[in-house]
């Protein structure tokens, strides 16, 4: 049985060749960004983009939480698999990024599903628990430290059947590397160990990109 092949850049030229269903204002966004101070690091691969598209429509979801939102190319991602009537909360510490994305919102004709909330994440995930809200998928991208807090919440938030995908649960492959003791790494070691003996989810870390784990609400 074949074992984890190595994703070098001539396997992911072939899959962005053979999967990957691009256009001018998905690339334009990317293009928009990757000049940008930790650009590569903070941009989901077009990919992992696509395959949040395809969780929106696999779910059926009609709303959408994503924490952290950069210069909203996921974001754009999940709005346009939404239906036409369907709401994406998205949250970001700060306008400054999400701002060079907003234009491209406008060019897919899906701005008006986006719902952009910035301040601490944390506040807003507080007051859409305080008014009753539901999600049906959650997408959780941002700081590693704060990771352990979305989690909690982000599960009050979804609906049973709901679909959370945490990115960046390889962390640049730090996590399986007993020296790496910073915060970041700590965090989302602690998280991945939770979300294990979570039985409160079904759950299946994916190795790709830097790592993808779904958890789907019992």
Same mark, same amino acid.
């Given at each position: 049985?074949?074992?984890?092949? *190595? ?8 899959? /962005?060749?053979? $999967?990957? /269903? ?7 966004? !990317?293009? #928009? ?32 939480? #994503? ?6 190319? $996921? ?11 369907? !709401?994406?909360? =998205?949250?970001?510490? *700060? ?49 590693? =430290? ?7 919440? $982000? ?9 959370? %995908? ?12 007993? $020296?790496?003791?910073? *915060?970041?790494?700590?965090? %989302?070691? #602690? ?9 409160? %989810? ?17």
């Amino acid at each position: 049985m074949a074992q984890q092949i *190595t994703a070098t850049p001539e396997i992911l030229d072939y899959v /962005r060749a053979t $999967s990957l /269903r691009d256009d001018e204002v998905l690339a334009g966004l !990317r293009a #928009e960004t990757a000049g940008l101070p930790a650009a590569q690091a903070l941009q989901v691969m077009p990919e992992e983009g696509q395959l949040l598209g395809l969780l929106v429509h696999l779910t059926r979801a009609a709303a959408v939480l #994503e924490i952290g939102t950069f210069t909203g190319y $996921s974001t754009l991602c999940m709005a346009r698999a939404l239906p036409a009537d369907g !709401r994406l909360v =998205s949250c970001e510490i *700060t306008p400054k990024w999400p701002s060079l994305g907003q234009p491209f919102w406008e060019k897919a004709g899906v701005a008006d599903r986006i719902d952009l909330r910035i301040g601490d994440a944390n506040d807003t995930l507080d007051g859409l628990i305080g008014a009753g809200a539901e999600f049906d998928l959650v997408f959780v991208d941002a700081n590693k =430290s704060g990771y352990l807090d979305y989690y909690e919440k $982000s599960l009050v938030l979804l609906r049973r059947g709901g679909l959370m %995908v945490l990115d960046n649960t390889l962390f640049f492959g730090r996590v399986a590397d007993p $020296s790496a003791t910073d *915060t970041d790494t700590v965090a %989302v070691r #602690e998280l991945n160990e939770l979300v294990h003996a979570d039985e409160r %989810v079904e759950i299946s870390l994916l190795p790709m990109a830097d790592g993808i784990t779904l958890a789907v609400k019992h």
